[in-house]
């Protein structure tokens, strides 16, 4: 089993119905990952000790998902010199607009590179995540290049 290169944490496991989808990616693109249930809020050890090892146990990127009052991309990001990309989960009283502000807010000196609302988010969180190693990885260039012809390939020229 490869080591995982990409740590996918989420606040709750609500949010894995939309997280799931940066997974999907990372899966099709062979890029070995892991995911885990971290919260900000109600594990916040949990989510010190996840942040404080994760360049140690060699994870190269950090895709973090949340919702509603949404510190787990920022607070993960103080707490690692690792790329933390934050995917706001659509939350049902304000649709995510309140996880999208809590994410994209950051102070300058500690970036979170914030991503669209829900599963669109995720999926291209997933997505960014394999085109940041693809900068140091030829093979894995080569993979994305081809899921992305065959993405252009499928789209139809007529609507019907
Ligand atoms: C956030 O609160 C989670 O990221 C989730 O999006 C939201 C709701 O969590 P649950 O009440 O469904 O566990 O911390």
Same mark, same amino acid.
């Given at each position: 089993m490869t080591n995982p290169v990409v740590g996918i944490i989420m606040g $709750? =496991? $609500?949010d894995w119905e939309t997280m799931r989808h940066a997974a999907d990616r990372l899966a099709e693109l062979g890029v070995a990952h892991e995911t885990k249930v971290v919260s /900000?809020?109600? =594990?916040p050890q949990r989510l010190y000790d996840y942040a404080a090892s994760a360049a140690g146990r060699g994870l190269k990127v950090i895709i973090a998902g949340a919702g509603g009052a949404a510190h787990l991309p920022g607070m993960a990001a103080s707490m690692t010199h690792l790329p933390v990309l934050g995917v706001p989960v659509e939350s049902k009283a304000l649709k995510g607009m309140d996880s999208l502000l809590s994410i994209v807010q950051?102070? /300058?000196?500690i970036p979170v590179g914030t991503l669209a609302i829900g599963k669109a988010g995720a999926a291209n969180a997933g997505l960014l995540a394999a085109a940041i190693l693809a900068t140091g990885d030829a093979e894995l260039s080569g993979r994305l290049q081809a899921w992305r012809a065959k993405q252009t390939d499928g789209v139809a020229a007529d609507p019907e």
């Amino acid at each position: 089993m490869t080591n995982p290169v990409v740590g996918i944490i989420m606040g $709750s =496991t $609500s949010d894995w119905e939309t997280m799931r989808h940066a997974a999907d990616r990372l899966a099709e693109l062979g890029v070995a990952h892991e995911t885990k249930v971290v919260s /900000a809020h109600r =594990t916040p050890q949990r989510l010190y000790d996840y942040a404080a090892s994760a360049a140690g146990r060699g994870l190269k990127v950090i895709i973090a998902g949340a919702g509603g009052a949404a510190h787990l991309p920022g607070m993960a990001a103080s707490m690692t010199h690792l790329p933390v990309l934050g995917v706001p989960v659509e939350s049902k009283a304000l649709k995510g607009m309140d996880s999208l502000l809590s994410i994209v807010q950051m102070p /300058a000196g500690i970036p979170v590179g914030t991503l669209a609302i829900g599963k669109a988010g995720a999926a291209n969180a997933g997505l960014l995540a394999a085109a940041i190693l693809a900068t140091g990885d030829a093979e894995l260039s080569g993979r994305l290049q081809a899921w992305r012809a065959k993405q252009t390939d499928g789209v139809a020229a007529d609507p019907e």
